[in-house]
C-alpha cells in the first residue's frame, strides 16, 4: 500500500516533473499554438500560476490532515457515500488520462517510428510496463525516473540548443496572439489543467507530510511549465505558430529539423527513446494513482490486485477512439471540458466542506 | 522462479527487435533525390536519384567482391502519378529493393511546375514520414528530369553530397539562397514573407554566354554563367507569391536580397574604378552585423527604412590606385555604397512592382507594431507593401585592405 515507500525531494520532483512533460511530447503544444497563436508561451505561464494557485489550494486541505491523502480526506470530510462518489471520480479520471496517453504515445510511435508495429502491441507494451511499475511501486518509478531525468534533460537541451540557427525571434509578434480572451483564459486553462497535483495529492503519504508536498509539487510545477513554455517558445520562432499548428508532433518535428553540419543531423532517434521513457512514467503514475485511489475508497489493504483489471480498462479506453485525430480531439476535450472538475471543483467542495465540519464539530461535541 | 524471469526477459528482447517495422540495410535503396515536373494530365513526373547499392557498397567496403566496378553510382528513375508520395510508391514496383526518402536531401521542382503552384505537392511532402524538413528545395530552370539525367558530380559519389556541399559553398559567394524544406513550406504559407528558393540548372551554352561586366559580375541566372558546358550551377533565386513562381532573381540580385535579409556571409562586387577609366576594383564583402530594420505602419502610409552595415576589402585594384589612403578609400568606400544602395534600391522596386511579393520579410518586423493575430491581418500587410516607401541606407567601411598596406605605382 501506499506510504510505506518514502522518497526524497528530488526524486519526488522529478517523478512529477516528468510526468507533467509527458504532454509536451505529443499534440498537446499544438493545440496551445492553435489556440493561442503566437503567445502561445504566455498562456503556458498563465497555467504555471494557475497550477501553483491549485497547488495552494491542496495545500489547504492536506495541511489540517498529515498522514492522510486526499483520499481519505474525502471519504473523511464527506462522509461514505459522497467520499466514495468522489474517489471513485476521481480513480477514472486518473484512468481516463492513463488510456488517452497510452493511445496517443503509441500513435507517435507508429507515426514516427514503428509505422509497421500494430497499435495494440505497442499500447500493450505500455500497459505491461505499466502494471509491473504500479506491482513494484512508487519508490521504483522514482528513483528511476531520477536516474533518468538527466539524459531526458540533456536530451532537451540539446534540441532546443540545435535549433538556435533555426529560431526567428519576430514569430512571437504580435504579442499577445490570438487575442487576450484566447491566451489568459482559455490558453491559461488549458495549460494549467494539470493531473500531477491531484496524483501528488493520492501519493502525498510518500512525501514526509504536506510541507514537503507543496515544496515538491510547486517545483515540480515551475520545472514542468518551464519546460513547456521553453519548448512553445522554440516552436513559435522555428516552425511559426501558423504552420506550427499543423504538426501532429511538434517536439519530433522539431527534433527533424537539427542541422548542424553534415555530421549533426537526425537526432530525432535520441527522443523517441526519451518519448519512450517519459510516456512509460505518465501511463505508470496513473495507473498506480487510480489502484491507491481506489484501493483507498474501498479501504483494501493492497492496491495490486486491482492493477491488472485496471490494466484492461485503460487498454479497451484507449482502443476506443477511432483515429489519432479523435483521441486528440478527445484528449482536448478532457483538458478543457473534464479536468477542472476533479482537480479543482471537486477539491474546493472537499475543502469547503471539511472546513464547515472542523468549525460545527466542537459544538457538536459541546 | 529464476528461470521464469529469465525466460520472461528473454521473450521480451525476442518481441522488441525492431517489432513489425525491422528493415535490414540490404533490403532497401535509398532515394538521394527527388525531381518533380508537370506531367500529363494533372499528374507529375516524379524523378528519383537513388544511390546504386552495388557500387556504393563496393566503394565503401574497398571493392571487395568487384561488384558494380563499371556501374554508375546512382540510378535515376521516374514515374508519373498525381502526387509525389504516389509515384514514390509505384516506383517500388520495378525495385527488388524498398525504396527509402530517409536519405532524400533535395527536392527539384521545375519551373513550370513551380509556376503553376506547389501547394499540393508540399503538402504530402510535408506530411509523409520519411521525408524531411531539411531537405533543399531547388528550383530547376528547365525539366527537373533532364537536369537529374544529365547531372554526374565529378567531386563526388553521389550527387546528394553534392548539392549539400554547393549549399555550403554558396556562403562564399552569397550569389544564391540556399533554403531548406520546412522554411519555404512554412514561407508558402505566410503573411509577412514571401518563399524564395535556388536556382539550378545546368550550362548548356558553354564559355559562349555573354561575359560579365564591371557591377554585374553575378548578373545571372542559373545555367547562364558562362563556364565549362555540362556544369550544374546554382545562381539566382525563384520568386514565390504564396505557392506559385512569380519571377526570378539574378545572382547579383540575390546577393542583395542576402543583404538586405542579413543572410549575406561574404560576397563579392567588382565596380569600375571612380578615378581611372577602363580598369575595375574588386572588392569582397562581408555583412558586420544584420541589417536594422524598422518598419512603421501608423497612420496611412507604410513607411520600411533599412540599414546595411557592409565592410568590404580591397582584393584588386587594376588601376594601381593607392586607395589605401584615406582620401582615396573616402572615395571608393563613397562609391561601393552607392552602387550597393542602388542594387538594393532597384530589387526592392522589383519586389513592389514586378512580384508584389514582400521577399525579404519586412512583414516579420511589422507585426510588432500590432497586439493581436486579428489586428495584424486586418491591416492586409500583402496589399501595403507593393506601395510602401522603402529607405536604404547603406554604411559601408573598408576595415582591411589584404595584405597590402600601400599601392606604389608602376613604373613606366
Sequence with gaps: ?366 | MKAAKLLIVLFIMLLLQGCWGSRETDEIAYVLALGLDKGPDRNIIATFVIANPKVIAGQAGGGGGGTGKDEEPIITASAIAPLPIAAFHLMNVERSRQLSLLHTNVFIISEELAREGLGIYLNSLNRFRETRGTAFVYICRGRAIDFMNRNRPEMEVTPSKQYELISRAARIHSLTRVVQFQKFYTATKSRDIAPVASLVALNEKGLTGEPSRPGTLGDYLAGDMPSTKGESQLMGVAVFKMDKMVGTLTGDETKYLNMLTGEMQFSFLVIPDPLKENTVVGVSLKQAMKPSIKVSTDGEHLHISVELFIEPELVGVSSGTNYESNIQMNIIESELARIIGEGCRQLVDRSQEEFRSDIFGFGRYARKNFLTVQQWRDYNWGDKYSRAEVDIKVNLKIRRTGLMLKTVPVVR
Design chain 1, 1 to 366: 500500500m501506499d506510504g510505506k515507500s518514502k522518497f526524497g525531494l528530488a526524486e519526488a520532483v522529478v517523478l512529477l516533473t516528468v510526468s507533467n512533460m509527458a504532454r509536451i511530447f505529443i499534440s498537446f503544444p499544438r493545440t496551445l499554438v492553435e489556440m493561442s497563436g503566437p503567445a502561445a508561451w504566455i498562456s503556458s505561464l498563465t497555467g504555471m500560476g494557475l497550477s501553483i494557485l491549485q497547488v495552494y489550494l491542496f495545500y489547504m486541505i492536506l495541511k489540517p490532515n498529515p498522514g492522510q491523502n486526499i483520499v481519505d480526506i474525502a471519504n473523511k470530510s464527506l462522509g461514505n457515500i459522497a467520499g466514495t462518489i468522489f474517489n471513485t471520480i476521481f480513480a477514472f479520471f486518473f484512468l481516463a488520462v492513463a488510456a488517452l496517453f497510452t493511445r496517443t504515445f503509441s500513435e507517435a510511435l507508429i507515426i514516427s517510428a514503428l509505422p509497421a508495429t500494430p497499435i495494440s502491441f505497442l499500447m500493450s507494451g505500455f500497459i505491461m510496463l505499466a502494471v509491473l511499475g504500479s506491482y513494484i511501486g512508487l519508490e521504483a518509478m522514482a528513483r528511476s525516473a531520477r536516474l533518468t531525468y538527466p539524459f531526458v534533460l540533456s536530451g532537451i537541451v540539446l534540441l532546443l540548443l540545435g535549433l538556435s540557427p533555426l529560431w526567428d525571434l519576430q514569430q512571437v509578434f504580435p504579442i499577445l496572439g490570438n487575442g487576450p480572451v484566447n491566451v489568459f483564459i482559455a490558453g491559461g486553462f488549458i495549460s494549467g489543467a494539470v493531473t500531477e497535483i491531484l496524483l501528488a495529492a493520492v501519493i502525498v503519504k510518500s512525501f514526509h507530510g504536506p510541507e514537503m508536498f507543496f515544496k515538491i509539487t510547486s517545483r515540480a510545477m515551475l520545472m514542468g511549465f518551464f519546460y513547456l513554455t521553453m519548448l512553445l517558445l522554440v516552436m513559435v520562432t522555428t516552425l511559426s505558430w501558423n504552420t506550427g499548428q499543423e504538426d501532429t508532433l511538434p517536439f519530433y518535428t522539431l527534433a527533424r529539423l537539427v542541422y548542424l553540419g553534415r555530421f549533426f543531423q537526425r537526432v530525432e532517434s535520441i527522443f523517441i527513446i526519451i518519448w519512450g521513457f517519459i510516456g512509460i512514467i505518465k501511463v505508470t503514475l496513473t495507473l498506480y494513482a487510480s489502484a491507491i485511489t481506489l484501493a483507498g475508497t474501498f479501504r483494501l489493504q493492497d492496491h495490486r490486485p486491482l492493477l491488472w483489471p485496471l490494466a484492461l480498462i485503460i487498454f479497451t479506453g484507449s482502443i476506443l477512439p477511432h483515429d489519432m485525430p479523435a483521441a486528440v480531439r478527445l484528449e482536448a476535450l478532457l483538458i478543457r471540458e473534464v479536468t477542472w472538475l476533479p482537480t479543482v471543483a471537486m477539491p474546493v467542495v472537499i475543502l469547503l466542506v471539511s472546513r464547515l465540519r472542523k468549525r460545527g464539530g466542537p459544538n457538536e461535541s459541546g
